[in-house]
């Protein structure tokens, strides 16, 4: 089946710790996306990728960084620079082309102890 | 002025019932237009492009209006599985940037 994963489900960090979180897609999509969702609030964009070896930050990159040496992947660190981390941190690709619908990954819960 | 936005809700309604929703947008260059369905814990899902003649598909119908700056969406005969956060999703500037809104919630109640 062909679809976006992201793991893991649920995370707990503590304070001033780094995590990785995983996206991995087959749809052979070029553009990837991260993105947090807070409560009461809209989907805010951290970071996106519209090629290999490329990406650019979003709205709210600060505190976060990304790679992406594989089309299938685009991995997000939440580093402890971030100040509010707990949040639900959705995936997202596309296919690379302007305005395009964007497809989601299950998302990853993040909470911060 | 927020980009998308939209009325939160929630908008309460009996099974069968038609409900619409709009959603008003500020940047006139917009040129792609969606609704997402989001439930409850879950990732969005996209429900329908919205074209500038309007589409429908099934139950739901969505509608551009450029002039004014807002799209619809529209629900017939609602369904207890229709309850869900109704995103609106419109392209910015430049490259495949979308804009969500904070979404509608819909409450279908038997």
């Known amino acids: 089946d062909g679809g976006i994963t992201q793991s893991p489900k649920y995370l707990f960090r503590k304070e001033g710790q780094n995590v990785t979180l995983s996206c991995e897609q087959n749809?052979?999509?070029?553009?990837m996306y991260w993105y947090r969702q807070d409560p009461g609030q809209g989907l805010r964009l951290i970071y996106y990728?519209?090629?290999?070896?490329?990406?650019q930050k979003g709205d709210i990159a600060e505190g976060y960084s990304v790679s992406r040496e594989k089309k299938e992947s685009f991995p997000l660190t939440v580093t402890s620079a971030q100040k509010n981390p707990t949040a639900f941190y959705l995936c997202?690709?596309?296919?690379?082309?302007?305005?395009?619908?964007?497809?989601f990954g299950p998302g990853t819960r993040l909470t911060v102890l | 002025r927020k980009e998308v936005e939209q009325d939160p809700g929630p908008f309460n309604v009996p099974e069968g019932a038609t409900v619409a929703f709009n959603c008003t947008y500020s940047?006139?260059?917009?040129?792609?237009f969606f609704w997402y369905r989001q439930d409850c814990r879950k990732e969005p899902k996209l429900l329908m492009s919205?074209?500038?003649s309007g589409n429908e598909d099934g139950r739901f119908t969505a509608q551009l209006n450029r002039a004014s700056q807002y799209i619809s969406l529209l629900i017939r005969d609602s369904k207890l599985s229709d309850s869900a956060t109704y995103l609106c999703?419109?392209?910015?500037?430049?490259?495949?940037?979308?804009?969500f809104g904070t979404g509608t919630r819909l409450l279908v109640s038997p």
């Open positions: 997202a690709s596309s296919i690379n082309r302007v305005g395009n619908e964007q497809f």
């Open positions: 749809l052979n999509h070029d553009a």
């Open positions: 990728s519209q090629i290999v070896n490329d990406f």
């Open positions: 940047n006139s260059a917009s040129q792609s």
């Open positions: 919205v074209y500038s």
């Open positions: 999703v419109v392209n910015s500037k430049g490259f495949q940037k979308l804009v």
